[in-house]
């Protein structure tokens, strides 16, 4: 009798601590849950959205008690203007003239970049118009690819009645055409080499030679991307 009560007691103690190890295990589960609980981040143009991966270079920077501008600073996504305030680019993103971007923190707008970024708050950066003017922008990517990353940049520009592709490549100061205005020979003063070619897309459609007329619309994205012939 005594062996069996031993064994029995033995069984108890064992799934006892079983249950101790799970109830560990799950708590343990359950705290790296909610310690992975990251602000989430996203970058708007219009309707557009450019967020891309980016909101990894915010969840990999943010700690506890930091501040807005901290973090944007420790992400590398922003580069911030004279005044350590108002931003220049946002995720390798320019503005052109008129406008200005504008940083959200859970619905509402940051007056003070030193407001302190909780765990589960949301983060838009998004661009509008510097003055009452309405919004009516057109986005022109540069995409340099693999061979020359450096180059990828994105630029808001300003839309205009009657625009052309071939108007807004001239406008932006990046491009230059050849003598038929129509091939690009450089982009930011990059001339491909002989095995890399210039091709133009819009909204994700590739343009023949013919496209470069084509009018544009409010909110278009036009990409030069750098591609191996």
Avoid at 85 to 90: D, R
Avoid at 105 to 123: E, Q
């Amino acid at each position: 009798m005594k062996l069996l009560w031993r064994l029995g007691l033995g069984l108890i103690l064992i799934m006892i601590a079983g249950g101790c190890d799970a109830l560990n295990g799950n708590l343990e589960v359950n705290n790296a849950a909610a310690s992975a609980v990251q602000p989430v981040f996203s970058v708007k143009v219009g309707d557009t959205d450019l967020t891309g991966s980016s909101g990894r270079q915010i969840s990999d920077a943010y700690k506890p008690e930091i501040t807005v501008k901290e973090l944007l600073d420790a992400s590398g996504l922003v580069t911030f203007a004279g005044d350590g305030k108002s931003l220049l680019t946002v995720n390798h993103i320019s503005l052109g003239p008129d406008m200005a971007w504008e940083i959200q923190l859970s619905g509402k707008p940051v007056a003070d970049t030193g407001t302190v970024v909780k765990r589960d708050d949301t983060i838009l950066i998004t661009a509008a118009a510097a003055h009452e003017a309405p919004f009516q922008p057109v986005i022109l990517t540069v995409n340099g690819g693999v061979g020359q990353p450096e180059l990828t940049q994105s630029y808001v520009m300003p839309y205009t009645e009657n625009l052309t592709v071939r108007g807004l490549l001239k406008s932006s100061g990046l491009v230059h055409l050849a003598e038929n205005n129509r091939t690009l020979l450089a982009v930011k003063e990059y001339t491909p080499l002989s095995n890399e070619e210039w091709k133009l897309k819009l909204n994700d459609k590739t343009l023949l030679d013919s496209g470069i007329d084509m009018k544009l619309r409010i909110q278009d994205e036009l990409e030069i991307s750098l591609v191996l012939r």
